[in-house]
Nanobody, 128 residues
Framework: QVQLVESGGGLVQAGGSLRLSCTAS????????MGWFRQAPGKEREFVAAISWSGSRQYYADSVKGRFTVSRDNARNTVDLQMNSLKPEDTAVYYC?????????????????????WGQGTQVTVSS
C-alpha cells in the first residue's frame, strides 16, 4: 500500500511558475508508475502528466505539453511536477496518483481509473 503526500500548491499570476511535489511511502519492493491529474469545479478529473516507474518515459496532456515537466527520484520516493507559463485555465485541484504494476515494461496509463492510490490534492489558482 502507498500513502501519498502532496505540497507546493498556491496562488500565482498568469505566466508564472509553480512546482508541485509528491512524496510516497510504499510497500517494500512495490513498483509503480506515477501520474498527475487535476479537477476544476464542475468539470471531470483530467489527466495532466505521468511518468514510468524508472523515469524513462513521460507523457503529457496536449494542453500542458511544453509547459509542464514531470520527474521522479526513486531513491527518495518523490515525484515533481514543474509548471511553467501558467494560464488561468490551469486552475484546479491537482492530485498525484500511483499505479502498481506487475511488469516493468507495462504501459503508462492516462486514465484515472487505472491508478490505485491517490494523494489528498492541492489547490492551484492562476489569476489573470
Amino acid at each position: 500500500q502507498v500513502q501519498l503526500v502532496e505540497s507546493g500548491g498556491g496562488l500565482v499570476q498568469a505566466g508564472g511558475s509553480l512546482r508541485l511535489s509528491c512524496t510516497a511511502s510504499e510497500r517494500t519492493s512495490t513498483i509503480y508508475h506515477m501520474g498527475w491529474f487535476r479537477q476544476a469545479p464542475g468539470k471531470e478529473r483530467e489527466f495532466v502528466a505521468a511518468i514510468s516507474w524508472s523515469g524513462s518515459r513521460q507523457y503529457y496532456a496536449d494542453s500542458v505539453k511544453g509547459r509542464f515537466t514531470v520527474s521522479r527520484d526513486n531513491a527518495r520516493n518523490t515525484v515533481d511536477l514543474q509548471m511553467n507559463s501558467l494560464k488561468p485555465e490551469d486552475t484546479a485541484v491537482y492530485y498525484c496518483a500511483a499505479d502498481r504494476i506487475r511488469n516493468l515494461g507495462s504501459a503508462v496509463s492516462t486514465a484515472a481509473s487505472n491508478y490505485d492510490y491517490w494523494g489528498q490534492g492541492t489547490q492551484v489558482t492562476v489569476s489573470s
